[in-house]
């Protein structure tokens, strides 16, 4: 153990963490395969937080560690100007291990045209995009000035502990929400460029990785509701999350192609059909995904929920935006009422074609022109 990883011990017990442990590949119970995935994202991590700090011409002092933990979990917190990501190796362990039975099942059944040989491609990409959406998240939280929302200059340990909240407004559950949720659409953001730059220039490849794009979301959305039991008190469910995380998704896409509005509404039609594979994924490894994925995409409640995040996050945004060192547009809430209506009518047509056994696709497109 170095200087720096002791201090960072010393620092988590001072605000009331347990014995937290480095992690030592020597020391563990993991696989060889296993170790050295830990290890080496671990000696990439400052240098890839780095690069998104540097892309947006800013300079903010981050140190990230793995602990040794097996509770699924990451958090990030402030103290004295000096910002800290923490990862359990638990978090790492899960994710390679689903992400391995999710390609072998990909290259062995030949979905959305992969084959055999993309077999170890595929779980690079998935677990690189899961664990970038994770790192992301957290960095997030760092340059939107959510760290900060604590009274400094005491400490917030964010996501680690429900009882360290230092921030009044910290308390409330939708204000919380609406914290985790712009951390996720920003971080979605960000990987998005990320897959359109792995992508060339036809549909077909976009949409290839595309779906592992998203089962990595999922994935990790997963892992993170399968194994921590206090995770709904800070963030979304599951559901909640891909709803506004698929929207950010399409709005970084659409912008990215320079086209008429047409051409991208077109465009995001043929992506989208991707998710009746996800879906179908879902439904084959019930075990892999969290239960929230497994209900009804047509549930009104996940459109409710989202519009009172959306809601709270507008007051979420002036106050993160005093320390923000990304500073993000504010906004006026939404008219709940008028919305859920429009989103009603949207999930009778879709239930419809669902019922008369139309696919996602298929589905979109009869909604498309329906509104034409
Ligand atoms: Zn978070």
Redesign the pocket.
């Known amino acids: 153990m170095n200087n720096k990883e002791r201090s960072f011990l010393k620092l988590l017990s001072k605000h009331g963490m347990k014995n937290p442990i480095i992690f030592d590949a020597g020391k563990s119970f993991y696989t060889q395969d296993e170790n050295n995935v830990i290890k080496s994202i671990s000696e990439s991590i400052e240098e890839i937080l780095k690069k998104m700090s540097q892309a947006r011409g800013i300079a903010p002092y981050i140190s990230a560690f793995c602990l040794h933990d097996e509770a699924v979990n990451a958090f990030c917190f402030i103290d004295d100007a000096h910002y800290y990501i923490a990862i359990h190796s638990g978090t790492y362990v899960e994710l390679f291990r689903r992400s391995q039975r999710l390609s072998d099942y990909i290259a062995d059944n030949g979905i959305a045209g992969y084959t055999e040989k993309d077999r170890i491609r595929l779980l690079v990409s998935i677990w690189n995009y899961a664990f970038k959406m994770i790192l992301a ?2 960095y997030m ?1 760092i340059i939107l000035g959510h760290c900060d929302l604590s009274n400094k200059p005491s400490l917030l340990l ?2 680690a502990k429900n009882d360290l909240y230092e921030c009044e407004a910290m308390h409330d559950r939708l204000y919380r929400h609406a ?2 949720m712009f ?1 996720d659409e920003f971080a979605a953001m960000d990987m998005t460029r990320q897959v359109l730059a792995n992508t060339g220039e036809s549909i077909d490849e976009l949409k290839k990785e595309l779906l592992v794009f998203y089962l990595a979301i999922v994935l990790k959305f997963s892992i993170f509701d399968d194994n921590v039991p206090f995770n709904e008190r ?2 979304p469910r599951p559901r909640v999350r891909l709803y506004y995380i698929a929207a950010a998704i399409d709005e970084t896409i659409g912008k990215s192609m320079e086209m008429m509005t047409e051409d991208v509404n077109c465009l995001l039609f043929a992506v989208n059909s991707i998710w009746d594979d996800v879906l179908a994924i879902i439904h084959r490894f019930q075990d892999l995904f969290s239960g929230d994925l497994l209900r009804s995409w047509l549930d009104i409640n996940v459109n409710e929920e989202y519009l009172e995040i959306y809601n709270a996050a507008s007051v979420v945004v002036k106050d993160a935006n005093k320390f923000a060192l990304w500073p993000i547009d504010e906004y006026a809430s939404l008219d709940m009422d008028a919305l859920l209506q429009a989103i009603i009518e949207e999930k009778g047509l879709l239930s419809e074609a669902a019922a008369s056994g139309l696919s996602f696709e298929e589905a979109n497109d009869l909604l498309d022109r329906r509104n034409l």
């Open positions: 998240h957290e939280h964010w996501e914290l985790e951390a800070h963030h």
